[in-house]
């Protein structure tokens, strides 16, 4: 019903910057937030930053002052600005979309991007 595709990812060194873009297309009704998780091997997938449209951005301890997300929600997009990126940084990034109905949320991910930081 919903896809998000994600691009942006790639292989930058330490100390240097990325942008990601994610977008949902299909049959969408309503989304209250949309965001970005990473996954880092061996680890589990965690919250790096998202929007609320009914509050506002939340970001992980570990990349507040360095990332920023925005978004249109009219186009059903959200970006991640990534600076400072860390070795520790890597992982594969993956868009997150939420869709309430009614009394419970539907969520909705995309394939991911692989985000690499060298030394």
Request: charged share 15%.
């Amino acid at each position: 019903q919903v896809q998000l595709a994600e691009s942006g990812g790639g292989l930058v060194q330490g100390g240097e910057s990325l942008t990601l873009s994610c977008t949902a297309s299909g049959t969408i009704s309503r989304l209250d937030a949309m965001g970005w998780f990473r996954q880092a091997p061996g680890k589990q997938r965690e919250l790096v930053a998202i929007i609320n449209y009914g509050g506002g951005p939340n970001y992980a301890d570990s990349v507040k002052g360095r990332f920023a997300i925005s978004g249109d929600n009219a186009k059903h997009t959200v970006f991640l600005q990534m600076s400072g990126l860390k070795p520790e940084d890597t992982a594969v990034y993956y868009c997150y979309a939420r869709e309430p109905q009614g009394s419970w949320n539907r969520a909705y991910w995309g394939q991911g991007t692989q985000v690499t930081v060298s030394l």
